[in-house]
């Protein structure tokens, strides 16, 4: 894979059945985990810890931050934010595809300096299963 374009990396919430960019994203992070499940006992090969496979929560997280621009899609996140809504959002990265599926938003922050721009910040957590597609 080539290098690609950090701006091509594009989050996108459901608008009543159509995926909306999140406008004024400067910076994106999704990250998975999964929760491991140890089943070491005492007659475990050298001590060494054993894990169960596929047994463990995984978890989808996404960070992003940028500049406030009070757009359609900063109030379809306000409202879920202050709801506390479960909506389906779509990550879109560039040469992989694209990962689906239901998050909440779990932190929305803003910021700005007198002399500057008002910034925000928000946070979602994955509330479901995931499906990746082929771009």
Do not use: C
């Not at 909306?20 to 007659?43: H, P, Q, W, Y």
């Not at 001590?47 to 960070?63: C, D, K, M, N, Y």
């Not at 900063?74 to 709801?83: K, P, S």
């Not at 300096?113 to 597609?133: C, D, K, V, Y």
């Amino acid at each position: 894979m080539v290098a690609q374009k950090g701006k091509d990396l594009l989050l996108k919430i459901d608008n009543d059945g159509a995926l909306v960019t999140v406008a004024g994203l400067r910076s994106k992070r999704l990250a998975f985990n999964a929760e491991t499940v140890d089943i070491t006992d005492a007659e475990s090969a050298g001590r060494w810890r054993e894990l169960l496979g596929g047994a463990g929560v995984r978890r989808a997280s996404l960070t992003g931050a940028g500049i406030f621009k009070d757009q359609a899609s900063d109030a379809l996140v306000r409202a879920a934010f202050f709801a506390g809504s479960i909506l389906a959002w779509q990550i879109l990265i560039p040469a992989f595809g694209t990962v689906t599926g239901s998050f909440q938003v779990t932190a929305l922050e803003y910021s700005g300096e007198h002399n500057g721009e008002i910034r925000f910040e928000l946070a979602l957590e994955s509330a479901g299963s995931l499906t990746f597609g082929v771009l």
